[in-house]
Nanobody, 122 residues
Framework: QVQLVESGGGSVQAGGSLRLSCVVS?????LAWFRRAPGKEREGVAS????????HYADSVNGRFAITRDPAKSTVYLQMDSLEPEDSAMYYC??????????????????WGQGTQVTVSS
């Protein structure tokens, strides 16, 4: 059974940075970060394919966020720079066992972490 444990959330002012971590126990093909803000649907933020490190980003974060993996630490990171109040949300790490052309559909993912809160103040 795969387990995902997130950390690194917190409160920061607009323009600041945070780095989220997701420690993975077990094997997955793709790791993704999703977020859900109050009153909004859960949305895909970024994903990375473990075998070749291919990445995908939502338009809203492209150029500001970077997803990377460290196989030696079984960890996937989400570096978030130039944070905006609109980035405030609960962030979740998710994993799936196989390749899929669509990376941002939450129902394609098999495993989920418990979430970590990110709050950006203006």
């Amino acid at each position: 059974q795969v387990q995902l444990v997130e950390s690194g959330g917190g409160s920061v002012q607009a323009g600041g940075s945070l780095r989220l971590s997701c420690v993975v126990s077990g094997s997955v093909y793709r790791l993704a970060w999703f977020r859900r803000a109050p009153g909004k649907e859960r949305e895909g933020v970024a994903s990375i394919d473990i075998p070749d490190a291919r990445t995908h980003y939502a338009d809203s974060v492209n150029g500001r966020f970077a997803i990377t993996r460290d196989p030696a630490k079984s960890t996937v990171y989400l570096q978030m720079d130039s944070l905006e109040p609109e980035d405030s949300a609960m962030y979740y790490c998710a994993g799936r066992n196989r390749y899929g052309a669509r990376w941002s559909r939450d129902f394609d993912y098999d495993y989920w972490g418990q979430g970590t809160q990110v709050t950006v103040s203006s």
